[in-house]
């Protein structure tokens, strides 16, 4: 088993996928509870007119994945929580960038390869710097959930009583999407924007189907997430000899667990 | 001593529009106070601010002795009735807790006197059996019996009820009245529960506030929801009916 995952740049994809994966499941698992998945695949999309952004003014694409997105959560946070609206002024936000990243594409001539690693992750291209930033921020956000855990899950299920008990619900919920923001950056390398809810919704809404409890949702959906990473690269590189990318692996795999488990639970 | 609620001449706004005005009321410990009224009469509104949720736009509102603030452990507080959100993986046991410790910093890993106390309460309000049952999987009484046990954890003195009837069929809505009088009873706890219908209450309140029109009286049954009491309020001609041991409110939207 060590033997197929020796070369450095499979260690570094193995690396990087696990730290996103674990973070992912984490906030995830809110995510869904507070049934804001849509402003997860809309942060996504934000993030791709930032790292195009980036690129054409000759910076790290993660730089301008962290600015856009965490402008734009900021934004949603700040929209507060009236969800029918709410929707609509992520979805007006998510095509304005979209726009804003097909002109910073089309300004910077000879760039096709880049975006195609944006839109579908590059999980092998990741430098042993890069594993150290995304474990650093992953780390950072694993730590700002568990410091806020209990209000937080308390807010996520019932909004009025937590706020009648002192939480400071609004400033959570910003919180809270600051970080999925800062996530969802590290996640755009390994998986890119269109399959960010790979890993942010699949293991969660997987994990929530068949374990009861947030502590063992949480836990399930770390281990499926992490499993999901290793499987799909391994079959990518030993089975499909690199012929087929990872990040279709990981999609793929993440469906085939979802499916049986949504129709056969409950 | 201070009394539990006191109320004087209170008048809440929301926006332009005065919700509440000129409320009376003095709520002793022990007391079950039933609040009546119409849609938009400003139930809620009174409950949240006893809360310090919205703060009184005239007179004065004090709750044990003090001003309303936000994280009262001194108050249980049930809010109107939702469906709990199927998808959160929660069990019956996990939300009763959000009520002990919901409100505190970090993970909070779990231990046998938090677990024994979440068990004490599960008893008190009769869902020992439910305590590791998904709340999607539990019907809306047994979900109002876990969200009263929830409100219990802090040892009120206060407990708010909105609308904890609603939606129940009958035999529910007497399950419901009877644990919340027990609670009430027992803990010798003050008990605000708002609802549309004064007749599964009948038995087991001790006043009510009815609620019309921005304003409000208050007192025992018999003397509030009367025709003339009743017509006053809502500055129309109301027929209050006695049938059969219930009240009938005729010529007003209940």
């Given at each position: 088993m060590f033997d197929l995952f020796a070369a450095p740049f499979i260690q570094n994809a193995l690396l990087a996928g696990t730290a996103v994966a674990l973070v992912s499941a984490v906030v995830g698992y809110f995510l869904v509870a507070r049934g804001m998945t849509f402003a997860g695949h809309a942060l996504g999309h934000i993030g791709f007119a930032g790292a195009a952004g980036a690129v054409l003014f000759g910076l790290a694409p993660l730089a301008g994945l962290l600015v856009f997105t965490t402008g734009a959560a900021a934004s949603i946070g700040l929209?507060?929580?009236?969800?029918g609206e709410h929707d609509l002024a992520i979805g007006i936000m998510y095509t304005l960038a979209l726009g804003l990243g097909v002109l910073f594409l089309s300004l910077y001539p000879g760039y096709a390869e880049g975006v195609y690693a944006l839109l579908?992750?590059?999980?092998?291209?990741?430098s042993r710097a890069d594993v150290r930033l995304t474990a650093a921020l992953g780390l950072i956000i694993l730590l700002a959930v568990a410091a806020v855990y209990r209000p937080l899950s308390f807010s996520t299920f019932d909004p009025g009583v937590a706020e009648a008990r002192g939480v400071p619900v609004r400033a959570l919920a910003l919180g809270f999407l600051l970080l999925v923001a800062i996530d969802i950056s590290i996640s755009v390398q390994v998986v890119g924007v269109l399959l960010v809810f790979t890993l942010l919704v699949g293991p969660a809404a997987t994990a929530m189907r068949l374990v009861r409890g947030p502590g063992r949702t949480i836990a399930l959906a770390m281990v499926l997430g992490t499993c999901y990473i290793w499987l799909g690269l391994f079959l990518a590189i030993h089975v499909a000899h690199g012929t087929w990318p990872p990040s279709f692996f990981i999609a793929a795999i993440s469906f085939a667990v979802y499916m049986p488990a949504r129709l056969l639970s409950r | 001593m201070s009394s539990v609620v006191e109320l004087e001449h209170a008048r809440v706004c929301l926006g332009d529009r005065?919700?509440?005005?000129d409320v009376c009321l003095v709520v002793e410990e022990g007391e079950f106070l039933a609040v009546l009224g119409p849609n938009g009469a400003g139930k809620t509104t009174l409950l949240r601010a006893l809360l310090g949720l919205v703060k009184p736009a005239g007179g004065s509102v004090r709750v044990l002795g003090r001003v309303p603030s936000r994280g009262n452990r001194a108050i249980g507080y049930v809010p109107q009735h939702r469906t709990l959100e199927?998808?959160?993986?929660?069990?019956a046991r996990d939300i009763v807790g959000f009520g002990l410790d919901?409100?505190?910093?970090?993970?909070g890993f779990p231990s046998r006197r938090r677990r024994a106390q979440i068990d004490e309460v599960l008893r008190e309000v009769d869902a020992v059996d439910l305590a590791?049952?998904?709340?999607?999987?539990?019907?809306g009484g047994e979900q109002q019996r876990l969200l009263i046990a929830q409100a219990l954890l802090t040892n009120p003195r206060l407990l708010l009820l909105d609308?904890?009837?609603?939606?129940?069929?009958l035999s529910r809505e007497a399950e419901i009245v009877a644990l919340t009088e027990k609670v009430c009873r027992q803990r010798c706890i003050a008990v605000l529960l708002v609802s549309h219908d004064i007749n599964p209450l009948l038995p087991v309140v001790d006043r009510v506030l009815y609620m019309a029109n921005g304003h409000s009286a208050v007192g025992p049954t018999d003397e509030v929801i009367t025709s003339a009491a009743l017509s006053r309020l809502y500055g129309s001609p109301v027929e209050v009916v006695r049938a059969l041991d219930r009240i009938f409110v005729v010529g007003v939207e209940t």
């Open positions: 929209l507060g929580e009236e969800s579908f992750g590059d999980v092998l291209g990741i | 005065a919700i509440l005005e199927a998808d959160l993986a929660l069990r919901g409100d505190r910093w970090g993970i590791d049952a998904p709340i999607c999987q539990l019907s609308e904890p009837l609603a939606s129940l069929d």
